[in-house]
């Protein structure tokens, strides 16, 4: 096999004692057998530590560094990667076994092909569960949201062309912003209908900081990669109007809802008794 076949796996590690064993036997148990596994302790506690030096035998490499965000853990460990295909992966996630070969057949089929991404099988908490599929597609597709996993296939090259990940970016967001600058110049996220990542929806992830700081990191997003909304100018103008047509949509649906009424009759007499003592 072709050395410029070997796939880099990369997994940043944050206080995830009780996953992350199960994520790197996962990266393991791939059926591609031309690979590596780099796993990056961003600053965890004393429990990981432990138990990353128990799996440390078991991987190509452990970097330590102190706690510098999601960003700088993927940087460091694709700086060390030797291989020509970074895949990602989250410390309290795991893949299916065949995702590093299916993946890499795609890569081979096309040219333009710059990502590759798959269906994720969603565990909640509450024991339920779904499957997820991202639409992939070229730039005009993720101009206004992340269309593939943040865990997707990319060749080193790529990523050192278009500056890595943002390392001012610790709250989210920062997935797809570097999609962005990796799909702008040209090519395509492609998508594996099968669910070969299976992903941890925990009440307490980045994606859940994430949303709840939207608007700010929207703002970020739009403003570093400004070229491209100016070049998109008429579907930046659509997609921000709608934004608002839905949350004065939401905001109607909110006022005219039973609990709504129920609380603003309930709340009238204090109203009117913090009124009369102002005057």
């Known amino acids: 096999m072709e050395n410029t076949d070997l796939i880099s796996i990369i997994i940043p590690c944050y206080n995830d004692w009780q996953y992350v064993e199960q994520a790197v036997d996962s990266a393991i148990n791939q059926t591609f057998l031309n690979k590596e596994i780099i796993v990056i302790d961003d600053g965890s506690n004393t429990k990981t530590k432990e138990v990353l030096k128990q799996l440390k035998p078991k991987i190509t490499k452990l970097i330590t560094q102190e706690n510098q965000g999601q960003s700088k853990a993927r940087n460091v460990g694709i700086e060390a990667a030797k291989g020509n295909y ?23 089929s096309s040219q333009d092909i710059k990502l590759v991404t798959c269906q994720a099988n969603l565990l909640f908490e509450d024991g339920s569960s779904r499957i997820f599929t991202p639409k992939g597609g070229k730039i005009a597709d993720f101009i206004f949201g992340n269309n593939a996993l943040g865990t997707s296939m990319f060749k080193k090259a790529d990523w050192n062309s278009c500056g890595g990940y943002d390392e001012q970016m610790r709250n989210g967001f920062e997935d797809w912003e570097f999609f962005i600058r990796l799909l702008k110049n040209g090519g395509e996220a492609k998508v594996i209908h099968e669910p070969l990542y299976i992903y941890r929806k925990r009440n307490n992830s980045t994606t859940t900081v994430a949303n709840s700081r939207k608007y700010e990191l929207l703002t970020y997003v739009f403003n570093k990669n400004k070229t491209l909304y100016i070049d998109n100018f008429e579907q930046y103008t659509d997609y921000l109007l709608k934004l608002i047509q839905r949350e004065e949509i939401d905001k109607k649906k909110k006022m005219n809802s039973i609990d709504y009424k129920i609380g603003k009759t309930i709340l009238k007499p204090y109203r009117v008794l913090k009124s009369f003592f102002k005057k």
């Not at 996630?93 to 590093?100: G, M, N, R």
């Not at 993946?103 to 081979?108: H, P, Q, T």
């Open 86 to 108: 970074i895949l990602l992966l989250d410390s309290d996630d795991f893949f299916e076994k065949s995702l590093c070969e299916k993946a890499i057949e795609l890569f081979k």
